[in-house]
Nanobody
Framework: QVQVVESGGGLVQAGGSLGLSCVAS????????MGWYRQGTGNQREMVAR???????NYADSVKGRFTISRDSAKSTVYLQMNSLKPEDTAVYYC???????????????WGQGTQVTVSS
């Protein structure tokens, strides 16, 4: 079993900052990539930022320069620092991890339960 638990989020005014954390635990051999996705009301889930085991990062164009993703591999934790928040950043934010649980070639995808971020104008 693998567990993915997010924390952080909440309500903030436009222009403010919030930080999210996501911890993975359980029967994990290695974590390949970790990322944050979000889903606003009536919208499809979209990638916000992701980071590989080697530290390579990717960001959605809408958050570049404002959000920063980082990870602490020793703690199996990924962070998302969100600055200069806008009302359109309002969404449920989900953590996603891609892991290996054994020595086979297979990788498995796990999602957290989501955490609400609300940005007021």
């Amino acid at each position: 079993q693998v567990q993915v638990v997010e924390s952080g989020g909440g309500l903030v005014q436009a222009g403010g900052s919030l930080g999210l954390s996501c911890v993975a635990s359980g029967s994990i051999l290695s974590i390949n990539s970790m990322g944050w996705y979000r889903q606003g009301t009536g919208n499809q889930r979209e990638m916000v930022a992701r980071i590989t085991s080697g530290g390579t990062t990717n960001y959605a164009d809408s958050v570049k320069g404002r959000f920063t993703i980082s990870r602490d591999s020793a703690k199996s934790t990924v962070y998302l620092q969100m600055n200069s928040l806008k009302p359109e950043d309002t969404a449920v934010y989900y953590c996603r991890i891609l892991v290996r649980v054994d020595t086979s070639e297979y990788q498995y995808l796990y999602w957290g339960q989501g955490t609400q971020v609300t940005v007021s104008s």
